[in-house]
């Protein structure tokens, strides 16, 4: 049982769009952190969750770290909760880590340029006794895995959660299908591969994208075989990276290939024209084409998720409508409806 250390998230202005995907995520859920407030200086004045979903969670959006601390003195880390062009730390986020270092505040970094690396930051955090934890450090290369072939021990069904692109949802629809499982008197597990899995309190993964390509292979594998073995799941869920054909950073073949998934849910946002909505990048192709190219890789996509972002009601139910009378799969709103409808194909694996 992990101890909850008690956390405030830092949004910087962004707690309305998705750049704030890793704070949304522990808005959601997580088990490693108690989240006290959100700071942002923008936003402010609401609940988290209302914002976020319609969800009260009694967690509230404070202008400032000065405030947050007033409120919440209890608080002992500061997490930040945003991604950045390049994973770069921008100088106004700087500036706000400083202020919660000089409050005793430790900080949590999900970003590719680490805190640890800065020696004025290492200092300051000396100086109050606090820690610096830089989430996408490589691992050194004496605890990284090679693929070897142990994956064929998994005997209990693995289901990749991938996307036609990035940050449509693929990490919380796996969280969701984990839960929904474990009400139902099933045993789940979700195998984290990015920041926010490890955030919630992931306890089998590793993060995909600050791993050496050489050893992603034997990393996805390990994960999955150290989670089965000790854990002897009924399901495993491997939460997708990007999408198999987004040209910014391909991924997904891996789950198949060297993860042995033999099913996939697949997740889409249909008002989303291009990858990444960036024109340059290209057109999204159409989710008849995704599902041919995962059954090239072995595997049976058996639903799909809709990310209704920029949908009506209306507009996502006939989204909705539309897709099932194509597929003949299950096609899930999870906002909206929940995953319940995703239970008996799940129970007929």
Same mark, same amino acid.
């Given at each position: 049982?992990? @101890? ?15 750049? =704030? ?78 202020? &919660?270092?000089? @409050? ?16 004025? %930051? ?15 450090? $490589? ?7 090679? +693929? ?7 005997? &209990? ?8 692109? &990035? ?8 969280? %969701? %299908? ?19 899995? +490890?955030?919630?309190?992931?306890? #089998?993964?590793?993060? %995909? ?40 950073? $391909? &991924? ?11 099913? *996939? ?9 291009? #990858?990444?909505?960036? =024109?340059? +990048? ?5 989710? =008849? ?9 072995? *595997? ?50």
């Amino acid at each position: 049982m992990i @101890n909850k250390e008690k956390a405030i998230i830092l949004t910087l202005d962004v707690y309305d769009k998705l750049d =704030a995907k890793t704070a949304h995520g522990l808005i959601r859920g997580t088990q490693r952190f108690e989240i006290l407030a959100v700071v942002d200086s923008k936003n402010y004045g609401f609940d988290a969750g209302e914002k976020l979903d319609g969800t009260h969670r009694h967690i509230p959006i404070i202008e400032s770290v000065k405030e947050a601390i007033q409120l919440f003195p209890e608080a002992t880390v500061a997490i930040i909760g945003i991604a950045t062009h390049g994973g770069v730390i921008p100088k106004d986020l700087e500036v706000i880590l400083l202020e &919660c270092l000089e @409050n005793r505040l430790s900080l949590v970094n999900g970003l590719h340029e680490f805190l640890s690396d800065k020696p004025h %930051f290492i200092e300051l955090a000396m100086q109050n006794k606090a820690y610096l934890k830089d989430i996408r450090k $490589p691992k050194t290369k004496d605890n990284l895995h090679f +693929w070897t072939g142990r994956i064929q021990q998994v005997k &209990c069904p693995v289901i990749a959660v991938i996307g036609t692109d &990035c940050a449509v949802g693929k990490r919380t629809s796996a969280r %969701f %299908f984990t839960e929904l499982l474990n009400k139902n008197n099933k045993k789940a597990e979700m195998i984290y591969t990015g920041q926010t899995g +490890w955030l919630q309190g992931g306890e #089998y993964g590793f993060i %995909f994208d600050s791993t050496l390509n050489d050893f992603v292979s034997g990393e996805l594998e390990n994960a999955i075989v150290e989670c089965y073995l000790k854990e002897n799941p009924d399901f495993i869920f491997l939460e997708g990276q990007s999408s198999l054909r987004n040209p910014s950073g $391909p &991924c997904g073949s891996e789950f198949f290939v060297s993860g042995k998934a033999k099913y *996939a849910v697949l997740v889409h946002p249909p008002k989303r024209v291009y #990858y990444d909505d960036d =024109a340059h +990048w290209g057109e999204i192709p159409s989710v =008849a084409s995704e599902i041919a190219l995962i059954n090239a890789y072995g *595997a049976e996509v058996i639903a799909l998720v809709l990310n209704t972002q920029g949908c009506s009601p209306k507009e996502a139910k006939a989204f909705q409508e539309d897709y099932y009378d194509k597929l003949k799969i299950p096609v899930l709103l999870p906002i909206e409806e929940g995953v319940n409808a995703i239970l008996p194909a799940f129970l007929a694996l």
